[in-house]
């Protein structure tokens, strides 16, 4: 099992939507509403956006929005903002011998 | 407020043990699961370990079983991460965090993490 397959990059202007996928297999992704999303800026820890496909914590703002359809989850920006612009990494919960959890290889989102 | 203290990263020989400490605050660590995931340099994230409430289910990556120990003192409000016979592939930026009381893997708190660096 290696890591759940995202876009190496996504870009988009101010105002824009954008959306990220995440896919996987049954599994993980598909087998599991056990997806999540995590915004990394450099030199940070990460930070959780998306928990359970779809549910927001407290305090991310709703223009963060998931969904999964079948083996693959995604993960939309609408609004875009130049405070976004960051690495975003899937993970799901996975039934795979050599891993219990597993992350997405991670997504660069540039605003233009 | 939350907060999750990592310490004990560092620079260690090839072969040689390390021991990660995870220091909670701001919540009660024995209600819920705790992870560690790893960062090597400017690389992804790669989940390594994770630990139940109570610490009676534990599992590992295969990349690191063997060689790591996870476990918690929920009495001292602290995780541990016990790594031995480091390799160089194990150089990353270390960090603990919280889960939630059933480990559904979703990472609601991070530390600022702990850079181990192994040397060949």
């Known amino acids: 099992q290696s890591a759940l397959t995202q876009p190496a990059s996504v870009s988009g202007s101010p105002g824009q939507s954008i959306t990220i996928s995440c896919t996987g297999t049954?599994?993980?992704?598909?087998?599991?509403?056990?997806v999540s999303w995590y915004q990394q800026n450099p030199g940070k820890a990460p930070k959780l956006m998306i928990y359970?496909?779809?549910n927001r914590p407290s305090g991310v703002s709703n223009r963060f929005s998931g969904s999964k359809s079948g083996n693959t989850a995604s993960l939309t920006i609408s609004g875009l903002q130049a405070e976004d612009e960051a690495d975003y990494y899937c993970?799901?919960?996975?039934?795979?011998?050599?891993?219990?959890?597993?992350f997405g290889t991670g997504t660069k989102v540039t605003v233009l | 407020e939350v907060q999750l203290v990592e310490s004990g990263g560092g620079l260690v020989q090839r072969g040689g043990s390390l021991r990660l400490s995870c220091a909670a605050s701001?919540?009660?660590?024995?209600?819920?699961?705790m992870h560690w995931v790893r960062q090597a340099p400017g690389k992804g994230l790669v989940w390594v370990s994770r630990?139940?409430?109570?610490?009676?289910?534990?599992r590992y990556a295969d990349s690191v079983k063997g060689r790591f120990t996870i476990s918690r003192d929920n009495a001292k409000n602290t995780l541990y991460l016990q790594m031995s016979s480091l390799r160089a592939e194990d150089t990353a930026v270390y960090y603990c965090?919280?889960?939630?009381?059933?480990?559904?893997?979703?990472?609601?708190?991070w530390g600022q993490g702990t850079l181990v660096t192994v040397s060949s």
């Open positions: 049954s599994s993980d992704v598909g087998g599991y509403n056990y």
């Open positions: 701001g919540f009660t660590l024995s209600s819920y699961w």
């Open positions: 993970s799901s919960y996975t039934t795979s011998s050599a891993l219990n959890y597993v």
């Open positions: 630990i139940n409430s109570d610490g009676s289910s534990i």
């Open positions: 359970e496909v779809s």
């Open positions: 965090a919280r889960d939630s009381d059933y480990g559904s893997g979703s990472y609601y708190n």
